[in-house]
């Protein structure tokens, strides 16, 4: 299946087995999942999300500072 990553810092995709999580694709992208918020359709999703189907994500980048 293939995995879409977008957003503001973000622009890749890749192939993954069905079952893959959010969390293990966005690794794989060298994207921290720490650092991110993940979205589809205007729905957060948790990185333990399993994926299912070719599917863009919206990424949004979250920092704290002081």
């Known amino acids: ?5 977008h957003g503001r810092d973000v622009e890749i995709s890749a192939s ?11 690794t ?6 720490s650092m991110v918020i ?3 359709e205007g729905t957060v999703l948790p990185h333990s999300t399993k ?3 070719d599917i863009k994500l919206l990424v949004t980048t979250i920092s704290s500072g002081g």
């Open 1 to 5: 299946m293939e995995v879409h990553f």
């Open 16 to 26: 993954f087995e069905t079952g893959t999580t959010v969390r293990d694709a966005l």
């Open 51 to 53: 994926l299912t189907q």
């Open 28 to 33: 794989a992208c060298e994207i921290l999942p």
């Open 38 to 40: 993940v979205s589809y």
